[in-house]
């Protein structure tokens, strides 16, 4: 989306990454200027599609374009409520698939009853918006919220070198040897 939104080019955001982007400028934006159909509401599962969002908030932006005259490529003079919407809705979406499946968990009895802890990791753990939705749903649902500190949270290595680190707290060992492991590319 920030590039889609061209924010190297905006004077605030020329040296940010995209996320740190988008969070900047949604800090002044307005969320409600602008609603975004959230995707796979008709699923009852706990998997996420951004895909399906970024083609909700592409055709959006290109209506603002048609609205404003100008073409892509060009800063939109409502740039700062499409940044507040997107991460708006990309935190309700994390949040309504996260709460699915801390219920699922609870429900089969994956998590314990007591002391229930939600990790979340990656360069979505930075953005601080969606920390703070995570952590009122965390409190509203007894779970604790571990996040490691923003600056660990660039990508997602550090996500696998923490589950590493956590199989090998729990004695579940690492694996020495690749040659009977089988993945399949997505």
Known sequence: ?????????????????GGKAIEHLAQTGDQERLTFRLPM?????????????????????????????????????CVKDVAAAVQHAVAVHIIQRTYRAMLF?????????KNATLVVS???????????VLQNLA?????????PPPRLCTDNGVMIAWNGI?????????????????????
Do not use: W
């Open 122 to 132: 990656g360069g979505v753990a930075s953005n601080q918006y969606i920390r703070k």
């Open 139 to 147: 409190d509203a649902n007894d779970f604790a919220l571990l996040c």
């Open 1 to 17: 989306v920030a590039r889609r939104l061209s924010l190297r080019k905006h004077p605030e955001c020329h040296s940010m990454a």
């Open 166 to 186: 956590e199989r090998l707290r729990a004695g579940l060992g690492v694996l020495h040897s690749t040659a009977g492991v089988r993945y399949e590319p997505r």
């Open 41 to 77: 509401r008709q699923y009852r599962n706990c998997d996420f599609s951004f895909s399906g969002l970024q083609n909700v908030i592409n055709n959006a932006i290109v209506q603002k374009e048609k609205e404003e005259g100008i073409q892509e490529g060009e800063i939109l003079s």
């Open 105 to 113: 968990c609870i429900k089969n009895s994956i998590l314990p009853s």
